[in-house]
């Protein structure tokens, strides 16, 4: 068990919808990050948030928003939801944000039909 | 543009023998390296690390190896077991804090 929680394990929901994906980190870490795995592919990097504020963005669509609340859990909002948005949605939790290991949750899988 | 690629999708090895797993990356502000291994229905887990500064890493069965003149790292596995299938993550970070992950390598141990 990694401490790492995400929210619901599986997500089945139809094109246009809108989706709010939750995670809670480990206890004491800061950063929260998000990464998105499509099938047989690798894990991509969507955005890292630190103590509340965003640290790193990658190839996060404007249709998806992230956000890291008060209490360090944090939210991935995912919006006019299209076919090739199915994948694994992976919340990971490092202490500090940089050059350290991470904690993976076990994942979100999203279905869009 | 890829900054870290796993080249080998898949790799089988005896049990009892060597495996090697490679990594390329191609940013040289990448200054922090990790394996992470990942069984199916579950999230990746931290496996191993190297920072910039060594060119070698052990921790029982593994040992990471770093050449920063060819950005190249590599996994080894001695001797392997059947538990270690799993698929494989090369990552690599820098001051930016985010890792950035290699398309994995699927390593089959037979019996």
């Known amino acids: 068990d990694s401490g790492v929680t995400q929210t619901p394990k599986h997500l089945i929901t139809a094109t246009g919808q809108r989706v709010t994906l939750r995670c809670s980190p480990r206890?004491?870490?800061?950063?929260v990050y998000w990464y998105q795995q499509s099938l047989d592919q690798g894990l991509q990097f969507l955005i890292q948030y630190y103590n509340g504020e965003e640290r790193a963005k990658g190839n996060i669509l404007e249709r998806f928003s992230a956000q890291q609340f008060p209490d360090l859990h944090s939210e991935l909002n995912l919006s006019s939801l299209e076919l090739g948005d199915s994948a694994l949605y992976f919340c990971a939790s490092s202490a500090l944000g940089s050059n350290e290991k991470l904690f993976f949750g076990s994942g979100t899988q999203l279905s869009v039909l | 543009d890829q900054q870290v690629k796993q080249n080998s999708p898949s790799l089988s090895v005896q049990e009892g023998r060597i495996s090697i797993l490679n990594c390329d990356y191609t940013n040289s502000m990448f200054d922090y390296f990790l394996w992470y291994k990942k069984y199916p229905a579950e999230g990746p887990t931290f496996l191993i690390s190297?920072?910039?500064?060594?060119d070698k890493n052990e921790d029982g069965r593994f040992t990471v190896f770093l050449n920063k003149s060819a950005k190249h790292l590599s996994l080894h596995i001695v001797p392997s077991q059947p538990g270690d299938s799993a698929v494989y993550f090369c990552a690599a970070s820098g001051n930016a804090g985010k890792s950035t992950f290699g398309d994995g390598t699927t390593l089959t141990v037979k019996p």
């Open positions: 190297i920072s910039s500064i060594k």
């Open positions: 206890s004491g870490d800061l950063s």
